[in-house]
Nanobody, 123 residues
């Protein structure tokens, strides 16, 4: 079983940056593709970014391309989301998730989820 714990959320002004981190338990972290999702109040959870198990392929939601960067450090069992030029519409609870092998953008493709970390961007 994989346990995921997110951290790094906070309150920032528009245009600022945040770096979210997700710490994974277990020694099989490198076998999993990882994704970041977010959910704003009253809205459905949506895909943000994903990275494959080896870290050489990434995929992003169109609205965050050029601003967000997903990365992973398998030796440290962590995956990060660097968020630059934040906008108020980026405000949400951000979740990391894990699945075997290939990256995916669908919520039901992921087997393991963290508890989420709140990101709030003021205008």
């Amino acid at each position: 079983q994989v346990q995921l714990v997110e951290s790094g959320g906070g309150l920032v002004q528009a245009g600022a940056s945040l770096r979210l981190s997700c710490a994974a338990s277990g020694r099989t972290f490198s076998n999993y593709a990882m994704g970041w999702f977010r959910q704003a109040p009253g809205k459905e959870r949506e895909f943000v970014a994903a990275i494959n198990w080896s870290g050489d392929r990434t995929y992003y939601k169109d609205s965050v391309k050029g601003r967000f960067t997903i990365s992973r450090d398998n030796a440290k069992y962590t995956v990060s989301l660097q968020m630059n030029s934040l906008k108020p519409e980026d405000s949400a609870v951000y979740y990391c998730a894990a699945r075997i092998f290939a990256l995916a953008t669908k919520i039901d493709a992921y087997d393991y989820w963290g508890q989420g970390t709140q990101v709030t961007v003021s205008s």
